[in-house]
C-alpha cells in the first residue's frame, strides 16, 4: 500500500510563490510516473505537472509553463512542485499522485492553494 501525504499550501499573494510537497511511503514504492493534479471549485481535476520516476522527464499543463516546476527526490521519495507567479486561477486544491503503467491509482488527500488579487 502507497500513502501520499501533501504539504506547503496556504494563501498568497498574486505574483508570490510557494512550494509544495508530498512525502511518500509504502513498502514497495515505485512508480512510473508522479504528479501534481489540482482542482478548482465547480471545475474538473486537471494534472499540472507529472515526471517520470526513474528518469526525471517532465510534462507540464501549458497554464503553468514557465511559472511552475516539479521535482522529485528518488532517495527521500518525495516530490515538489515550485509554483512562482502565481495567478488567481490558480487557486485550487493540489493533490499529489502516482501513477503506474498509466493508471493513477495512488492519490494524497490535497492541500489548498489560494491566490488573492
Known amino acids: 500500500q502507497v500513502q501520499l501525504a501533501e504539504s506547503g499550501g496556504g494563501l498568497v499573494q498574486a505574483g508570490g510563490s510557494l512550494r509544495l510537497s508530498c512525502a511518500a511511503s509504502?513498502?514497495?514504492?515505485?512508480?512510473?510516473?508522479m504528479g501534481w493534479f489540482r482542482q478548482a471549485p465547480g471545475k474538473e481535476r486537471e494534472l499540472v505537472a507529472s515526471v517520470t520516476w526513474s528518469e526525471s522527464r517532465t510534462n507540464y499543463a501549458d497554464s503553468v509553463k514557465g511559472r511552475f516546476t516539479i521535482s522529485r527526490d528518488n532517495g527521500k521519495n518525495t516530490l515538489h512542485l515550485q509554483m512562482n507567479t502565481l495567478k488567481p486561477e490558480d487557486t485550487a486544491v493540489y493533490y499529489c499522485a502516482a501513477a503506474n503503467r498509466g493508471i493513477w491509482p495512488y492519490w494524497g488527500q490535497g492541500t489548498q492553494v489560494t491566490v488573492s488579487s
Open positions: 509504502g513498502r514497495t514504492f515505485n512508480p512510473s510516473h
